[in-house]
Antibody
Framework: QVQLLESGPGLVKPSQTLSLTCTVS??????????WSWIRQHPGKGLEWIGY?????HYNPSLKSRVSILVDTTKNQFSLNLKSVSAADTAIYFC?????????????????WGQGTLVTVSS | EIVLTQSPGTLSLSPGERATLSCRAS???????LAWYQQKPGQTPRLLIY???SRAPGIPDRFSGSGSGTDFTLTISRLEPEDFSVYYC?????????FGGGTKVEIK
């Protein structure tokens, strides 16, 4: 059974870089054609797509200048880096997987999610 | 960017009743690439429907999706106690991917 697990600091200072890692267990990150993604949810609010990496990266334009998503096949992980954070970046961050089999013109639906990790931006 | 508006914000129903949730897009969703998720408090979203009407593996057949273009519907034919939750729609027909604001289905 494939599982995703986020890890990283729960507290980041304003202007610094938020760095999270998603570890894929139960299968190789290179098996199949998947969109490895990050999505966030502000406390008590809806969901916001951050971006994905499926061999190529694609980011939400609202975050594009600050975000990068990398895949490390040697560690079976993918990561999120978000630069110059502010309080507005405080949220629960989910890593997620979408299958190329179900892809649309813009991306994919997400059939597998990590448990989520709360990141608070505060001094 | 496609804005998805879900209605109603809250739906108060009793177990056994039928739930009808709406998701309206600010412009047509290409390919009708629309998905629905269920999210319970403190849990991760669970994919229910993709491609507007295809059930994800393991999803009970009381959940069904319909619609095209700008108007989509999630129907739960007979509410079970575990169905009381928040539901989100998501479009993946164009970038950026966007989600609706959610509909909460609560016990009346």
């Amino acid at each position: 059974q494939v599982q995703l697990l986020e890890s990283g600091p729960g507290l980041v200072k304003p202007s610094q870089t938020l760095s999270l890692t998603c570890t894929v267990s139960g299968d190789s990150i290179t098996s199949g054609s998947y969109f490895w993604s990050w999505i966030r949810q502000h406390p008590g609010k809806g969901l916001e797509w951050i971006g994905y990496n499926n061999g190529r990266t694609h980011y939400n334009p609202s975050l594009k200048s600050r975000v990068s998503i990398l895949v490390d096949t040697t560690k079976n992980q993918f990561s999120l880096n978000l630069k110059s954070v502010s309080a507005a970046d405080t949220a629960i961050y989910f890593c997620a997987r979408g299958s190329d089999s179900w892809s649309g013109f813009g991306g994919v639906p997400f059939d597998l999610w990590g448990q989520g990790t709360l990141v608070t931006v505060s001094s | 960017e496609i804005v998805l508006t879900q209605s109603p914000g809250t739906l108060s129903l009793s177990p056994g009743e039928r739930a009808t949730l709406s998701c309206r897009a600010s412009q047509g969703v290409s390919g009708d690439y629309l998905a629905w998720y269920q999210q319970k408090p403190g849990q991760t979203p669970r994919l229910l429907i993709y491609g507007a009407s295809s059930r994800a593996p393991g999803i009970p057949d009381r959940f069904s999706g319909s619609g095209s273009g700008t108007d989509f519907t999630l129907t739960i034919s007979r509410l079970e106690p575990e169905d009381f939750s928040v539901y989100y729609c998501q479009q993946y027909g164009s970038s950026p991917l966007t989600f609706g604001g959610g509909t909460k289905v609560e016990i009346k």
